[in-house]
């Protein structure tokens, strides 16, 4: 029994061998969704590419063949600003134990960098004589200030010969990725076939609605369609994806977001070229030398074919109309935000912006008004003639034929002038919900004027006396809306016309026949 004992402690000392890890790549993704959250606090406005702020969440359903025991399988091709701590893995049979984000991206400086210290064949084309010679050399140093290899006959800074230089590389990409990878360490009793279902939030997306208002013949109703811009920042194609958008302001925390910070490698010569007379070319520094593919004779040479055939316009195929475009569903309740899906399925390439048709509304109902702001200070003498804003004014109601959330965007306001459609303006439209009142503001009307003066105060009168005049030399009857702002602490004590108050602001409506002028009277007091 002790010998029986100390045998079995002295085994238990001994430390368990290691469970071997086995790798396992997931398939490409057989089905794709895409949802876009526009960025926080953005009402409009235009997206650009490099600086997007708005944020993507990604499901995609992939199949796993997964061995025996752990193994560390990766999802190949994710968009590269995934947040990686909010990945979530469904369906794989023992659960996830860890998740890492595999960031090492196979590049020219990722693999120039992985090569130092490793052989590789050196190919050089003399520019004189045409002739190729291959080398071996060794890579020494790989960083922005240049790459130095050694050769039999000594040291040598790449592109500092005067020649033209490639080489193959013998190894030196292992551990680097070719695309953004997620991986994720899993457990199986057994080997299994498994589909699996990834989501995961992404940054570098946004999107933007643009809208076309087409003015008819009649000049009292308008023709609105009304598209989406998806923009995708990232080096990832999302293809054939079933797609939403949401829209509506999410309240969301800031977010540090992950920073590439891989070695750049750029080949060039020494600081001040005092080992070669080589000159940069202006605006453009020494490239990183080609890998060199193996090719014998000039590798820099590329045959480009290129074959056309000829398309008979006027084929019957050639002029068959195409089937019109599916009609967007309705937007969807998602909380208090607007979920609205694109009907067919899509692709959002890699930094790229896409359109797709939100609404075609027809017969739309609107009225033509002139804004005018009046902003009168009581120790001013007078002010010169301001121009007016041409305004449209609808509601987005079904009796308008709209009644549906409007997302912010910019509309281009068009009209037919002698068959030809011409712009009238491009106003900004913010978040408009169902039921509100739709103001777009054209431009300025510089044949609708207002202009005011102050009178001279009686004794003692501690109101400012001012008297504002409003003239319409247009050829038609004009309908006005002057907003009256007083500034400095004053206020609006009277009016010789009514003025109640709009949105906070007492507001003057009035209609000027053509060529007319019309005088109002104010008086300011402190409040």
């Known amino acids: 029994m002790l010998r029986l004992a100390f045998v079995l402690t002295v085994a238990a000392s001994f430390p368990v061998a290691a469970q071997e890890v086995r790798d396992g790549v997931a398939?490409?993704?057989?089905?794709?969704?895409?949802?876009?959250?526009?960025?926080?606090?953005?009402?409009?406005?235009?997206?650009?590419?490099?600086?997007?702020?708005?944020?993507?969440?990604?499901?995609?359903?992939?199949?796993?063949n997964l061995p025996a025991g752990e193994a560390r399988l990766a999802f190949a091709g994710v968009a590269d600003g995934i947040v990686a701590e909010s990945a979530i893995v469904s369906g794989l049979p023992g659960g996830v134990i860890e998740?890492?984000?595999?960031?090492?991206?196979?590049?020219?400086?990722?693999?120039?960098?992985?090569?130092?210290?490793?052989?590789?064949?050196?190919?050089?084309?003399?520019?004189?004589?045409?002739?190729?010679?291959?080398?071996?050399?060794?890579?020494?140093?790989?960083?922005d200030q240049g790459v130095i290899f050694a050769t039999a006959d000594g040291n040598e800074a790449l592109r500092c010969s005067g020649l033209a230089e490639q080489f193959r590389y013998s190894g030196g990409g292992e551990g680097l990725f070719a695309q953004p990878t997620l991986s994720v360490l899993t457990r199986s009793s057994r080997p299994s076939h498994?589909?699996?279902?990834?989501?995961?939030?992404?940054?570098?997306?946004?999107?933007?609605?643009?809208?076309?208002?087409?003015?008819?013949?009649?000049?009292?109703?308008?023709?609105?369609?009304?598209?989406?811009?998806?923009?995708?920042?990232?080096?990832?194609?999302?293809?054939?994806?079933?797609?939403?958008?949401?829209?509506?302001?999410?309240?969301?925390?800031?977010?540090?977001?992950?920073?590439?910070?891989?070695?750049?490698?750029?080949?060039?010569c020494w600081p001040m070229q005092t080992t070669s007379d080589i000159p940069e070319t202006s605006g453009r520094p020494y490239e990183l030398v080609r890998p060199w593919l193996g090719q014998?004779?000039?590798?820099?040479?590329?045959?480009?074919?290129?074959?056309?055939?000829?398309?008979?316009?006027?084929?019957?195929?050639?002029?068959?109309?195409?089937?019109?475009?599916?009609?967007?569903?309705?937007?969807?309740?998602?909380?208090?935000?607007?979920?609205?899906?694109?009907?067919?399925?899509?692709?959002?390439?890699?930094?790229?912006?896409k359109q797709t048709r939100l609404i075609d509304q027809s017969a739309i109902p609107f009225e033509t008004y002139y804004?005018?702001?009046?902003?009168?200070?009581?120790?001013?003498?007078?002010?010169?003639?301001?121009?007016?804003?041409?305004?449209?004014?609808?509601?987005?109601?079904?009796?308008?034929?709209?009644?549906?959330?409007?997302?912010?965007?910019?509309?281009?306001?068009?009209?037919?002038?002698?068959?030809?459609?011409?712009?009238?303006?491009?106003?900004?439209l913010l978040d408009t919900a169902q039921d509100e009142q739709l103001d777009l503001a054209l431009g300025v009307a510089n044949d609708i004027t207002c202009a005011w003066k102050r009178l001279p105060a009686a004794n003692g009168d501690r109101l400012g006396h001012l008297v504002v005049t409003l003239t319409n030399a247009t050829t038609h009857g004009a309908a006005i809306e002057l907003r009256l702002n007083a500034g400095g602490g004053w206020s609006i004590h009277h009016t010789s016309v009514d003025a109640p108050k709009v949105d906070g602001v007492p507001t003057v409506k009035l209609t000027l026949a053509s060529g007319e002028e019309r005088t109002i009277a104010i008086n300011l007091g402190r409040d």
Do not use: C
Request: proline share 7%; glycine share 8%.
């Open 296 to 353: 014998e004779g000039n590798a820099d040479r590329d045959e480009v074919i290129v074959t056309a055939r000829r398309f008979n316009l006027k084929s019957p195929t050639a002029m068959m109309a195409m089937p019109a475009p599916a009609a967007p569903p309705p937007p969807e309740q998602l909380g208090d935000l607007k979920l609205y899906r694109v009907p067919e399925r899509i692709t959002i390439a890699a930094r790229q912006m």
């Open 27 to 64: 398939s490409a993704p057989t089905d794709r969704s895409v949802t876009i959250y526009r960025a926080p606090h953005r009402n409009g406005g235009q997206l650009t590419l490099s600086s997007l702020g708005g944020f993507a969440v990604i499901t995609e359903t992939r199949e796993v």
């Open 194 to 268: 498994a589909v699996v279902k990834l989501t995961y939030i992404a940054e570098n997306f946004d999107w933007n609605a643009n809208y076309i208002a087409r003015i008819g013949a009649d000049g009292k109703t308008l023709n609105l369609t009304g598209w989406i811009t998806m923009a995708n920042g990232n080096g990832v194609s999302l293809a054939n994806a079933r797609t939403q958008i949401v829209a509506g302001g999410l309240n969301r925390a800031y977010l540090r977001r992950f920073v590439n910070d891989q070695p750049r490698v750029i080949a060039r």
């Open 371 to 428: 804004r005018v702001e009046a902003h009168l200070l009581p120790w001013v003498t007078s002010a010169a003639p301001q121009p007016a804003t041409t305004m449209l004014r609808s509601t987005n109601d079904l009796a308008h034929h709209l009644g549906l959330p409007l997302p912010a965007g910019a509309i281009l306001v068009e009209q037919d002038q002698g068959g030809q459609p011409m712009v009238l303006g491009e106003p900004e």
């Open 99 to 143: 998740k890492n984000r595999d960031d090492a991206l196979l590049s020219p400086s990722a693999l120039m960098h992985a090569a130092v210290g490793r052989e590789v064949a050196l190919q050089r084309v003399n520019r004189k004589t045409g002739r190729t010679t291959v080398t071996a050399a060794r890579i020494l140093s790989a960083s």
